[in-house]
T-cell receptor, first 117, second 112 residues
């Protein structure tokens, strides 16, 4: 149980375009979802936390107008990278927790590799 | 603030060798401690966790003991397999938070 999926698994786009990444909880209701960014050979950096039906809370230094997060339902959150540039190329990972999952445990998606040309 | 320090990798071992990946932490209060594993091209999977001092988390032959006196949570496995090759992240969550603080990760490479 507690499976989280992401789509797409990888995407290549041109500089200046926008890219949307979906994160879904498949077998539980995710009251809270998290978006992380991971640079090569580095740890995960929390970008934002989103609760269903409310605005996301962004970590310091993360541009909320560039990384738009929507958590419209209990099973879906989306991250849109607007006007992407090469420096936005990274591995983006979402995670989720819900009412039926352990309170201190997050379940991670498989990640989306974004390459901006 | 909270922080996690892991040994730098890569750690390269032969199959059936003994594995230790060191992890130490700094936190206020009594955090929960975790090990996550990331296989190539995939997201993170929770490997094991411990929620209080002297607890031992174990899974798939891996184990780690919560040592409050040394603020450590070292990961061990008695006999590694090629399929254990991955990046291992130590993490903590404190103060009732469910948002973990991650270490930088340690890459493990196991040769046949």
């Amino acid at each position: 149980g507690a499976v989280v999926s992401q789509h797409p698994s990888w995407v290549i786009c041109k500089s200046g375009t926008s890219v949307k990444i979906e994160c879904r909880s498949l077998d539980f209701q995710a009251t809270t979802m998290f978006w992380y960014r991971q640079f090569p050979k580095q740890s995960l950096m929390l970008m934002a936390t989103s609760n269903e039906g409310s605005k996301a809370t962004y970590e310091q230094g993360v541009e909320k107008d560039k990384f738009l997060i929507n958590h419209a339902s209990l099973t879906l959150s989306t991250l849109t990278v607007t006007s992407a540039h090469p420096e936005d190329s990274s591995f983006y990972i979402c995670s989720a927790k819900g009412l039926t999952t352990h309170t201190d445990t997050q379940y991670f998606g498989p990640g989306t590799r974004l390459t901006v040309l | 603030g909270d922080s996690v320090t892991q040994m730098e990798g890569p750690v390269t071992l032969s199959e059936e060798a003994f594995l230790t990946i060191n992890c130490t932490y700094t936190a206020t209060g009594y955090p929960s401690l975790f090990w996550y594993v990331q296989y190539p091209g995939e997201g993170l999977q929770l490997l094991l966790k411990a929620t209080k001092a002297d607890d031992k988390g174990s899974n798939k032959g891996f184990e780690a003991t919560y040592r409050k006196e040394t603020t450590s949570f070292h990961l061990e496995k008695g006999s590694v397999q090629v399929s254990d090759s991955a990046v291992y992240f130590c993490a903590l969550a404190s103060g009732g938070s469910y948002i973990p603080t991650f270490g930088r990760g340690t890459s493990l490479i196991v040769h046949p």
